[in-house]
């Protein structure tokens, strides 16, 4: 079942990488339980990648008590974007994400970015966060 239909909202951006996930939602107003999503997420995830993978690397003690998989981390963190310009810091940092973990060499490269669909919307030029690169690379390296 889609979490979404039980507990309803919007993915306005995400930034997927291999070992953390950033996500910004809308929830229905006055409904600020992003705890009961993530918990339905994380709990349909684990079950589908347990049944396709397996259970991976050994589970602590507490982890098999409380019937948890080593695969997510067991608190996240949350913020309520206040106006627009927290929503865009938030934006260029989820996308600007995998260069900053040297996964990529430009944003436009990695996949798992909402970035592509602000690009198409152009909020974002193709080549947005080259500029960026090449400051902190010149202030690094001294070019």
Known sequence: MDV?????FTTDAVCLL????????TLPDG?????????EIKRLFTKSYLERIGPGETRSESRVKRGEATIWQRRFWEHTIRDQTDLNRHL???????VKHELVQTVSDWPGLSFHRYVK?????????E??????KEMVCGE
């Open 121 to 129: 919307m152009v909020y974002y030029e193709t080549n947005w966060g």
């Open 31 to 39: 409904d600020l339980n992003y705890s009961v999503r993530w918990k």
């Open 4 to 8: 979404r239909k039980r507990f309803p």
């Open 92 to 98: 260029d940092y989820f996308h600007y994400n995998p």
């Open 18 to 25: 291999s070992e953390h996930i950033h996500c910004i939602w």
């Open 131 to 136: 500029a960026v690169r090449q400051e902190v």
